[in-house]
């Protein structure tokens, strides 16, 4: 296995150091991007929230570009992940969708056969059709060394939202569906197969040359549900994926996982297992093959405190991931406290390797 520097940013499409360490390819230093990065914590996006409300922004291609190409701008992210939500497949399959400041997503919940039976997948290709266009634009916008990531909810995940109508510390009504109703829950999971697997099929096609597919809630479930409905249901979408795009690489984010996560690494065939915050790389690294490339995983909050525990924790994760595949990134999204200046100090802790 070879170790790279790529420090200039002047390569050529087939040398992104994002899209070769996704591949297999140990590089370093490692590619970086961060969850969240189009976020909150910058102020040029916080501009242009007074402009649109949250969904307006995900679903109108000048805006999507734009928050897209914020952090790019100031800290040139080797990966740019499309500014949208996991949430935009329920309201394309016809499920009302809001957002409100302080209590964040709210759905109809989905409980029932009727609730189910209202939805519609013949409407999801053209509802994320703005989706397809901002990635579009992005291919010719993007600096030549960025890799552009798509991105999707895993089907437990977005059935959590869809099933409780928003946010939950347990989601309580999806788990009880899941035992009481279990032919009713299936349905569900097999609609979001399905449809999240066109979606991201038609990202690649409108120029996303990697997808990630996040399992937020998938810690919640014990060992045979997380089976059923985490590793299974990914399996699918992934094998979908790879039928009609098998050189697409797919990162697959089961968050606190535990010790599930080498399982879903082996049987989903995700060719990149993000990590969480409270995962130990290196001992999750002794548990997958060493080709398998790892994301991850910077505890946000140190990203938050910045100072000297910001550069000590960075090069502590960087430089124990030297000699595999790696991505370097957080166990989390970028906390919108966050002084953006604690942002570029650890881009430029990642990258000097002198």
């Given amino acids: 296995m070879t170790l790279e520097n790529t420090s200039s940013p002047s390569v050529k499409t087939g040398q992104k150091p994002l899209l070769r360490a996704l591949r297999g390819e140990a590089v370093w230093p490692p590619p970086m991007w961060l969850m969240r990065q189009a976020g909150r914590f910058l102020p040029e996006f916080r501009a242009m929230r007074e402009k649109a409300d949250f969904l307006t922004r995900c679903m109108t291609p000048d805006i999507a570009v734009e928050l897209t190409l914020q952090p790019i701008r100031r800290y040139q992210m080797d990966g740019a992940i499309l500014f949208s939500d996991i949430l935009i497949l329920p309201w394309a399959l016809g499920q009302s969708l809001r957002f409100e400041e302080g209590r964040?997503?709210?759905?109809?919940?989905?409980?029932?056969?009727e609730d189910l039976d209202a939805l519609d997948e013949n409407r999801v290709l053209e509802a994320t059709a703005p989706v397809r266009e901002a990635l579009r634009r992005l291919t010719t916008e993007l600096p030549e060394h960025t890799t552009l990531l798509g991105f999707a909810g895993s089907p437990f995940t977005v059935s959590c939202y869809m099933v409780e109508g928003g946010g939950s510390r347990d989601f309580m009504h999806t788990r009880q569906l899941m035992q009481k109703d279990p032919a009713l829950y299936d349905r569900l999971i097999e609609l979001l197969v399905t449809n999240t697997a066109k979606m991201l099929c038609g990202q690649i096609e409108a120029g996303a040359e990697a997808v990630m597919l996040f399992d937020s809630w998938s810690g919640l479930l014990p060992p045979e549900e997380f089976r059923r409905y985490v590793i299974e249901p990914t399996r699918r979408i992934v094998e979908e994926i790879h039928r009609h795009h098998p050189d697409t690489p797919v990162i697959g984010f089961p968050r606190l996982g535990g010790?599930?996560?080498?399982?879903?690494?082996?049987?989903?065939?995700?060719?990149?297992?993000?990590?969480?915050t409270s995962a130990d790389m290196t001992k999750v690294a002794g548990m997958v093959p060493d080709t398998l490339p790892l994301q991850g995983n910077l505890d946000p909050m140190t990203v938050l405190n910045g100072g000297d525990k910001l550069v000590k924790e960075a090069r502590r994760i960087r430089d124990s991931m030297k000699g595999r595949p790696h991505v370097f990134n957080l166990?989390?999204?970028?906390?919108k406290q966050t002084p953006p200046e604690h942002v570029a100090l650890l881009v430029e802790t990642i990258r000097d390797v002198s």
């Fill in 259 to 276: 010790v599930m996560v080498a399982e879903y690494a082996e049987k989903t065939g995700v060719q990149t297992l993000a990590l969480d």
């Fill in 104 to 113: 964040g997503p709210i759905l109809t919940p989905i409980r029932t056969k």
């Fill in 331 to 335: 166990g989390h999204g970028v906390m």
